[in-house]
């Protein structure tokens, strides 16, 4: 297992996301993904899957995956180019990371990807990776289940009060 130090923007790209104002959706199959996740369908792609997207003004710190094509928002930034990283475990990455330290000081928080590409981080070669995302993946989707689980048996409480 070899991990390396480096700056994020050797590791990715981040890019910012496309303008597509409400008015302007057509309703189809393609996810659009806001700063704070997926908010609504669209008829075009944008990006082609897999994805890893963040806020870039509003939510800040919320990291969304998804293995489908997508739309990503302009309020977001989305990884452009994964530089032979696995995805996944990107998604795990980004989400380490303390967003707040790359905000600019006014009343909406934005994130200027110029400055977040200088963030040091450290990262595993690609078989470290895919295991990583894996292990993560495996807890996640358990606790996805758990969550499920327990919102059935909040509905059964609810129906039987």
């Not at 390396?4 to 910012?16: D, F, V």
């Not at 330290?101 to 040091?120: D, E, F, L, M, Q």
């Amino acid at each position: 297992m070899t991990w390396q130090s480096m700056k994020l923007g050797e590791a990715i790209t981040l890019k910012r996301g496309y303008d597509l104002p409400s008015k302007n959706r057509l309703n189809g199959e393609i996810p659009v993904y806001s700063s704070s996740g997926r908010s609504g369908y669209h008829n075009e792609v944008a990006v082609h899957g897999p994805g890893v997207i963040t806020g870039r003004y509003g939510t800040i710190g919320e990291v969304f995956y998804t293995e489908n094509d997508y739309w990503p928002l302009n309020t977001t930034l989305y990884v452009s180019d994964f530089k032979g990283n696995y995805p996944h475990f990107i998604y795990y990455l980004l989400k380490t990371i303390n967003w707040s330290n790359y905000t600019t000081a006014s009343a909406v928080p934005g994130i200027n990807r110029n400055h977040v590409h200088y963030c040091v981080i450290n990262i595993p070669d690609i078989t470290t990776q895919h295991k990583i995302a894996y292990v993560l993946g495996t807890y996640d989707r358990q606790i996805d289940c758990l969550n499920q689980t327990n919102g059935h048996l909040l509905e059964r409480f609810v129906l039987a009060a």
